[in-house]
Nanobody
């Protein structure tokens, strides 16, 4: 059993900053990828940042230069530092991780989602 718990969403003024966290716990053998998504009202879910283990972090063009994703492997936790927030960044942000529970098996797990609201 694996759980992902997110924290850090909220309301911020345009130009402000927020930091999201996503902590994985449970039967974790290793983590393959860590991802951040967002879904705005009436829009499709968008991949915001992807952190493959041992690879380079990739960002959506819409957040490059403003958002920074990072990870603390010892804590099985990833972060999303969001700076210079814009009203169009308003969305439910979710984390996802591809996690091996044994050397032979892996699944994709989701956090519960956290609301980010940016006022103009």
């Amino acid at each position: 059993q694996v759980q992902l718990v997110e924290s850090g969403g909220g309301l911020v003024q345009a130009g402000g900053s927020l930091r999201l966290s996503c902590a994985a716990s449970g039967n974790i053998f290793s983590i393959i990828t860590m991802d951040w998504y967002r879904q705005a009202p009436g829009k499709q879910r968008e991949l915001v940042a992807s952190l493959p283990t041992g690879g380079s972090t990739n960002y959506a063009d819409s957040v490059k230069g403003r958002f920074t994703a990072s990870r603390d492997s010892a804590k099985n936790t990833m972060y999303l530092q969001m700076n210079s927030l814009k009203p169009e960044d308003r969305a439910v942000y979710s984390c996802g991780m591809r996690i091996r529970t044994t050397i032979l098996s892996f699944n994709y797990y989701w956090g519960q989602g956290t609301q980010v609201t940016v006022s103009s």
